[in-house]
């Protein structure tokens, strides 16, 4: 699908790499969502009004909100059980997650946009919608549309 529409997705080897992303999660991400990040890199793209984060090298977006840096959404988001693995697509600063803290089936866990106002000025999680109950799903929403745009930007070199 991603390839397909225009995106520069690659084969890689990626496992020692998600290795090192998972450790610094309370729980392991969705078996489709590891798949995919297994055994592809790619930029950072845009799919059914969402922007994932790259994941293109060693030092990437996940890797770094995984490490929860001081003063960013991941400070809070982590130990409260969501992981960020991207933002709306309109530019906004919400956190698009994965809610880790239900149990779901082959920990296909839903997709949720929170409310990052809520986190940097109050310092609590508020979930503000869930846009899909799993990446399973958000993949199927993207490959049912006949007219579902890609969009990433071309590096810069």
């Given amino acids: 699908m991603v390839k397909g529409r225009g995106v520069p997705i690659r084969p890689d080897d990626n496992a ?15 078996q489709s969502f590891e798949s995919l ?4 890199s790619f930029p950072a793209f845009d799919v059914l009004g969402i922007t ?9 977006k996940y890797i770094v909100e995984a490490s929860a840096p001081k003063n960013s959404l991941s400070e809070l988001l982590i130990p409260a059980g969501y992981e960020q693995i991207g933002r709306p697509d309109t530019g906004d600063f919400d ?23 809520d986190v ?4 609590k999680v508020r979930v503000t919608e ?9 993949v199927e929403s993207a490959l049912s549309s006949d007219d ?10």
């Fill in 52 to 60: 994932l984060f790259e994941w293109d090298s060693e030092s990437n």
């Fill in 95 to 117: 956190a698009i997650c994965f809610d880790l803290n239900r149990e779901a089936q082959n920990r296909e866990y839903r997709v949720v946009q929170v409310d990052h106002e």
């Fill in 16 to 30: 020692s790499r998600l290795r090192m992303f998972e450790k610094k999660l309370p729980k392991r991400m969705p």
């Fill in 148 to 157: 579902t745009q890609l969009y990433y930007d071309e590096p810069i070199e």
């Fill in 130 to 138: 869930e846009l899909w109950p799993s990446f399973i799903k958000l």
């Fill in 120 to 123: 940097l000025c109050n310092w």
């Fill in 37 to 40: 990040l297994s055994r592809y």
